[in-house]
């Protein structure tokens, strides 16, 4: 399973990262800090020219240069990425927020807990589920 985690706070992509080797499910894990850098990624541009398609995205909201809503609506709006589940784990707990990114075709808006064991049991279970 190839994933591709969105998120700038290098300590939740630790955590994420750190979660996801436990989960005892075959990956790849692939971090990006931005909006930018993740649709270079996805449409294999410059240093991504050889990175595979992921099987998920874990996407936050809050990023710098391109926020996650951007992304969100470009992938789903983008016919080779699509079908590529993406998951929100966004510190956002806004109505505003979810009602949006459902809008835009999310495939599941999750928000992080502050506590690390509750972080670590998320990330599991998003792996899990997908």
Known sequence: ME???VEDTPGDARLAEEALKEGGV???VHIVEDGVEAMSFLQKQGQYSEKPK???I???LNLPKKDGREVLAEIKS???LKMIPVVILSTSQSD???KL???L???SFISKPVDMDEFIEIVKAIENYW
């Open 78 to 80: 983008d016919e080779n």
């Open 3 to 5: 994933i591709l985690l």
């Open 105 to 107: 075709h999310a495939n």
């Open 58 to 60: 874990l996407l936050d």
């Open 101 to 103: 990114t459902y809008n």
């Open 96 to 98: 505003d927020d979810i």
């Open 26 to 28: 075959v990956h790849n």
């Open 54 to 56: 992921p099987d998920l």
